[in-house]
């Protein structure tokens, strides 16, 4: 069984129908999409949350869909994560598949008991009696000047934990087709939306106008119903000079710095973080024997630091260099220093050039 | 800092915390008559579909249908069949011989850990028999008594408690987690309340679906201070959900008095009526009331007209668990002096008292429920007890920790037997 690379949903359709018209949508659209598709296809799907009903969500996620599926399956719901996420446990054991909504990553802390504690572990302290089949979508990093309670990466809290599953997007194309995977897949699924790209990809230089997702390759979203496999990378770039592992924002960002360093970079967008695609990493770092790792989350049991020990494990033969983390520093996000916190072109810049250097 | 000799600028008093303190300690002579009880058949019993503000007096009096003269009084009578009665207090009867004998299990070295319902049998034995089989229940740890009168096999229980190789959930919860969906059971979580907003979701779904299932949880009134539970009750009043928030007061929360749960200042009834739920404060050592409060919550329910709190007054006769001595902390002269009684002995004789049991059937009984557990507890060791190999094969520890097993836990199950290999030279040492 070992000698497959186990990555869960290969048997799923990967690809879109090849017909399918092609058309370009922001993050926002091609989640609502996602959204609006599996409301349509699965009577047990349902989505809650704070404002995600007549008022459509605060970043619009959720717009319209109450009003074509109606209040049973689109509904508000009180200030409370913990009563959120309770509430989808009980429905996943009733045989619904509730996709609740976090209203922003850094407000789902009241909801960990449920989380860790219950959806998690439901499958094996029932040894299958119940399961906890919910997709908990929510908006999370930083960009866009939130300050410390609205610009938390805080994925690393929930790959540690057994039983959950962490999936982030970083193109409307994959966004729609992981969403789809996530709210069929019979495990708890974070769904983080990396909140600074909803409406355009993000290079990392602040100070250049913002460029909308339409100009992207990857906006173009098939209409209609297909899958990205949870547990799959995205080869961004074909490289030899270094690997860089990247997920979310950090994926362009990256992807801005060393076409700005003219660096023949090998970049994987990681896009599920538990399971990882541990083939493509090794693979990718095999073949560089140079590993950039860049997440925006603070650095300390940062999910870089598991990515690093895995590179480390399993490629210490093939390295040329020491593994390098590039990731937010270890302080709440701040407000007025937004930019001296993000992992920036300058810091990644730095990195790659310490990598590069023999 | 305040200098507490020299109050503060102006005439401000001193202020003082005040830290809760039960009235009885190892020792103490224990004396309940501070406890309004109440009159059996006092209590008013509105129709399901009143306004919670219309019943608010039910949430400080106490439901009570038994009397000292061993007769069912009032409007909360529920007018059960003897044969029904009888059931009752078999099922009651049942449980305590249970409880009896995993307990000395436990301290036989059988399992780790086991916890008794002694004194609360009414609280989860009438309450879920006034349930339909299939509504869905969302319990705590100590409510056995619906697993056994749902009819839950015996063997399975035990099997559980001593994790082996027959425990349907293959050894890894601790003992008396139970979990059994095709009894509607849900999975019990060592982690207190979280149970309350899962069930009010249970009912959500079934009221999206339209069905006519309703729900029930049962949490201890320690754990009423836990979010969870608060979260609950909000979600429960604001969708109107069809469920019944059951808090089992049982005076004890460990070695922590109802006090540090709130019960100094109001009953916990009393949480339902600032949420707008409908509530109900219960003699829970009195089996007629438990059934007749549950028979209302669940009416209520099932026509639409939301949920119930129902708050359970009864008195943990023993220990908090096999892992603590109680008379290290309460006054071992409270489980005598509890102004309820015993709720098997109340309706033992209810059934007496009214011509359709007595003490010769009853002594049978009691014999027959013992010697039944014994029997099956043998049967059960066959299986093998904690600890003696018995066990599920290795590689379902990293089983059913997703649907399917990713490629790290896959590495790591190789390491887990391999391990086992290089000890025992073989996984399964002991068969």
């Known amino acids: ?358 | 800092m305040a200098d507490p000799a020299n109050p503060a600028e102006g005439n401000r008093p001193t202020l003082a915390l005040h830290v809760p303190e039960p009235r009885y300690r190892p020792g103490d002579t224990a004396d309940f008559s501070h406890i309004d009880i109440g009159q059996p058949g006092d209590q008013p019993r509105p129709d399901e579909n009143i306004h919670p503000s219309h019943m608010a007096g039910l949430a400080y009096g106490l439901v009570r249908v038994l009397g000292d003269d061993n007769q069912a009084h009032g409007p909360w009578n529920p007018r059960l069949s003897p044969n029904v009665l009888r059931t009752m207090l078999g099922h009651m009867a049942l449980v305590r011989a249970f409880d009896e004998r995993m307990f000395r299990g436990q301290r036989q070295g059988k399992t780790s850990f086991y916890m008794k319902c002694t004194g609360e049998e009414a609280t989860s034995i009438a309450s879920s028999m006034a349930l339909a089989s299939d509504d869905m229940v969302f319990p705590s740890y100590r409510q056995q008594g619906i697993l056994i009168a749902r009819g839950y096999p015996l063997i399975e229980m035990i099997n559980q408690i001593y994790s082996n190789k027959a425990d349907k959930l293959k050894g890894r919860q601790l003992p008396i987690m139970y979990s059994s969906r095709e009894h509607s059971f849900f999975s019990i979580s060592g982690n207190l309340a979280t149970q309350c907003p899962q069930a009010v979701g249970w009912a959500m779904a079934s009221a999206i679906k339209g069905d006519s299932r309703i729900a029930a949880t049962w949490v201890g009134e320690g754990s009423t201070a836990e979010g969870d539970f608060h979260s609950a009750c909000t979600f429960a009043a604001v969708y109107n959900a069809p469920v019944i928030l059951n808090v089992v007061n049982n005076q004890w929360a460990i070695s922590s008095f109802s006090g540090f749960a709130g019960a100094e200042r109001t009953t916990f009834a009393a949480r339902g009526l600032g949420y707008g739920i409908a509530a109900l404060r219960v003699d829970g050592n009195d089996a007629l009331a438990c059934y007749a409060a549950a028979e209302w919550a669940a009416n209520r329910a099932r026509g639409n007209n939301g949920p119930t709190l129902i708050e359970y007054f009864t008195y943990r006769a023993e220990g908090h668990s096999t892992s603590d001595d109680p008379s290290g902390y309460r006054s071992a002269q409270e489980r005598e002096e509890w102004p309820l009684g015993d709720p098997i002995n109340r309706l033992k004789k209810h059934l007496v008292a009214i011509g359709e049991w007595d003490e010769a059937r009853h002594a049978a009984m009691d014999l027959e429920c013992a010697e039944r557990v014994k029997a099956t507890t043998k049967e059960a060791e066959k299986n093998g007890i904690l600890g003696h190999g018995l066990h599920h094969p290795f590689h379902t520890m990293f089983e059913d920790v997703y649907e399917e097993l990713p490629w790290h836990l896959e590495e790591q199950a190789e390491q887990a037997i391999r391990e086992r290999i290089t000890k025992f030279g073989t996984e399964r040492p002991f068969g």
Request: net charge negative; with cysteine; charged share 25%.
């Open chain 1, 1 to 358: 069984m070992s000698d497959q690379p186990a990555t869960l949903g290969e048997n799923v359709i990967a690809e879109a129908p090849a017909n399918a018209p092609e058309r370009r949508l922001n993050m926002i659209e091609a989640i609502n999409e996602a959204l609006d598709i599996m409301l349509a296809r699965d009577p047990d799907v349902i989505i809650m949350g704070e404002d995600v009903g007549y008022f459509g969500g605060v970043f619009r996620a959720t717009a319209g869909l109450q009003a074509k599926h109606g209040k049973t399956r689109v509904f508000d719901t009180p200030i409370s994560e913990c009563g959120i996420i309770g509430v989808a446990v009980g429905m996943g054991a009733y045989g619904l598949r509730p996709v609740p909504e976090i209203q922003f990553a850094d407000y789902i802390y009241p909801g960990l008991d449920q989380l860790i504690s219950e959806a998690a572990r439901l499958r094996y302290r029932s040894a299958g009696d119940y399961i906890a089949p919910m997709t908990v979508r929510s908006p999370f990093g930083g960009g866009i000047f939130g300050g410390q309670t609205h610009s938390q990466s805080p994925e690393a809290l929930f790959t540690h934990v057994a039983g959950l599953k962490t999936v982030i997007p970083a193109t409307p194309h994959d966004a729609k087709g992981l969403l789809i995977s996530a709210i069929e897949d019979n495990d708890p699924v974070i769904f983080f939306e990396p909140k600074r790209i909803y409406n355009g990809p993000f290079t990392g230089f602040y100070d250049r106008p913002v460029e909308p997702w339409k100009k992207h390759p990857d906006s173009v979203v098939p209409e209609g119903y297909y899958k990205v496999p949870l547990g799959k990378a995205r080869h961004v770039r074909e490289g030899e000079a270094l690997t860089v592992l990247a997920y979310g924002t950090m994926v362009h960002v990256a992807e801005a710095v060393c076409e700005a360093k003219g660096v023949d970079a090998d970049i994987l967008d990681l896009r599920t973080l538990v399971p990882l695609d541990i083939k493509a990493i090794e693979a990718s770092v095999e073949k560089t024997g140079r590993c950039l790792i860049v997440h925006e989350a603070t650095r300390t049991s940062g999910f870089g630091a598991e990515l690093s020990a895995l590179v480390t494990e399993r490629c210490f033969y093939h390295l040329e260099a020491p593994v390098e983390r590039v990731t937010g520093f270890d302080t709440p996000y701040p407000h007025s220093l937004e930019w001296a916190y993000f992992p920036g072109p300058v810091r990644i810049g730095e990195a790659i050039d310490k990598l590069l250097k023999d």
